[in-house]
């Protein structure tokens, strides 16, 4: 695959998934009716033909087989010679690079007809009059570029210009947003205005946000309206040239765009299919409206005063050039929580002071609840390709206090829990005193050395650091009052001792964070025994937090493995 190829985003179908995809729309249609030419099959993005190798060759003589570059013309016709190859660019309605109709309007909402506004050559004669017949019935089968446009807006710089087109304006037009960048769903947006009035059965090799991103929603519920009829997903690993670090699911669905319905209304249940393409599990997708999205469950409050934006646990960025430095009424924290998806899990972190960048919200004592299950519902589920692009839902009922314990004690203790304590921070003119207000335990308490008890090799008696107080902290208090499950009881009994093992050894500030800590343990190669038993108790947290989040709704249904 040439460079400009992949940075368009085409990627040749797998064979494996080629083949499946066919044995899957058989199954809809029938392989009678498949070489009776009752129906007529284009693919609008043939490239070099891999979806179309299963075909039996009885079939392909109803076959149009359309694509951009010249080179996959020429490939197609001798693969394919009893099809219709033609090359015609989809997304503006120029056929060739010759075409003298740029300039044209797109004309892809006017009833019962493609656009053919291109000239008398855009589009083959034997598919104009197919078009013109209301008796043919048709297949689409397609698997479109994924590129996509690097910033968002009509105005936004595409990758290479690629999805700056005809149908990115008219999607403007219709006030669809930033979906416009998707060069897969600009193909959706005219086949489902082109198809929407004819007997057609499309077969969509896609992501999947088209169905579960709220970004989509707008698109889902003016546009895409059609009928699930069966499908598979498989990760993204197996198209060549795709990242190796971050695979996300692909997904073949076909679909009645004839019989069309809202795709919120109806739960899909898609085969999962390994690299050799055998199904070992189904993963079950109900569209969602965005408000019922975990990230509309949390309350925003809105920032009233100015403090320091941090870019890290201990880093302070007073230059980002969109700075967000306004924090709420009540501020313990700063939670970073971009997007809704289990991919942004990376993406997720306390921080001592509003993050520098967008995406996070201020946690106060009205919401620290919310904040404590948004961050172990982010954080606890392993993140794979199966459930990358996955939405967090709001809960299906009310939460248990226990549960909500459960996470909040799972969060003080997680890597991302980068709390800190820091003094005499200058910022924009003034001093800032940076407080941690997830300190755990009430300081007289965690401050309290005790030589009684068994010490790490190496591990010196130190007087406690000076300005101790005995104060407790917000989230001292509030576990205070909390019934802990035995689980939650194992993890800060076990924190509770290296916490004492700290402020025994290191002159921290006396609400030191979980960061701090750790990173000093490290450095001194001290208490790492303490730091594993630790892990061990929160990892079995983890494990009786994971299957809750399941059962309120808040992760998606398991995949049903066979």
Known sequence: MDMATRRRGVFPTPLPFAKKAYDYLEQIIGASEMQSGNYRLWDMAAGTGNLELPLPKESLKHCYLSTLEQKDVEHLKKEFPDATVFQYDYLTGLAGK????????????TENSVSTDTGSDSLPDALKNDLANPKIR?????????ATAQEAGLKGTSKEGVSDTKIRKQMHAEGLGEVSRELYVQFLYRIMKDFKDRETILGLFSPLKYLISANYQKFRDNIFHATFQSGFVFSSENFGGTSKTSHFPVAFILWDIYQGKNVAEQEMHLDILDTSAQKFGTKIIKPANRNEFLSRWIKRPRGTKIFPPFS??????????????????????????????LQNQQQTAFLSGPQASAGALSVTPENFEQAVVVFAARRIPKDTWINHVDQLMRPNRELSPQFVSDCAVWSLF?????????????YQGQVYQIVNHFFPFPQTEANQSRPSEPQPEGCGVRSQPSGCGSECSFVANWLSQRQLSAESQSVLECARKIYRLHFA??????????????????????GADWLADLKVRHDTLKEKILPMLNDYGITAPAEMLL
């Open 98 to 109: 010759n075409s003298q109709s740029p300039e044209r309007q797109l004309r892809c909402e």
């Open 138 to 146: 048709w297949i689409i089968l397609i698997n479109p570029p994924y």
């Open 312 to 341: 890290s646990a201990q880093v302070i960025k007073p230059d980002n050039v969109d700075t967000r430095n306004w924090i709420a009424e009540g501020f313990l924290a700063s939670l970073m929580c971009p997007g809704n998806e």
């Open 414 to 426: 997680d890597s991302k829990n980068q709390t800190v304590s820091l003094r005499d921070v200058t």
């Open 505 to 526: 050894n290191f002159s921290e500030p006396h609400d030191a964070g979980w960061y701090q800590i750790q990173r000093a343990f490290r450095e001194a190669k001290l």
